[in-house]
């Protein structure tokens, strides 16, 4: 159906909720990586009226690899609802690929990410 269509926005100028996203950005430019913030949000849950009831919006899309990427650096429950949500979306939408991202793994995603592309 046509409810299940992801909703775009992209702002010119992104305003990162937290320091981690800014920091994750800074990475990416520094390794010349092509981002967008928080470009789609997915809705993954419908009432009986077809209203939205939960959705996901990853926080960066790479366009060059097509990935949506959800940076995490909080506590196991949450970690276990993003990734839930993240499955919801796979489900949801084939061939969307996203990926939840701590923070300790930054770097070294960004670098397999520069030389997967290289």
């Not at 159906?1 to 800014?22: C, G, L, R």
């Not at 995490?72 to 990926?99: C, F, H, I, S």
């Not at 930054?106 to 990410?113: D, G, K």
Request: net charge negative; proline share 7%.
């Amino acid at each position: 159906s046509s409810q299940d269509e992801p909703i775009d926005h992209q702002p010119q100028t992104p305003v990162f909720k937290n320091e981690t996203e800014a920091e994750f950005a800074k990475i990416l430019d520094m390794y010349g990586i092509e981002w967008m913030y928080g470009p789609k949000t997915f809705p993954i849950e419908w009432d009986a009226e077809g209203n939205i009831k939960m959705a996901f919006s990853p926080d960066f899309y790479l366009p060059k690899f097509d990935l949506y990427l959800e940076l995490t650096t909080m506590e196991q429950k949450y970690v276990t609802k993003k990734n839930k949500k993240a499955r919801m979306v796979m489900d949801l939408y084939p061939g969307t690929n996203v990926r939840i991202v701590y923070k300790k793994d930054f770097q070294e995603l960004v670098e397999r990410l520069k030389s997967f592309g290289g």
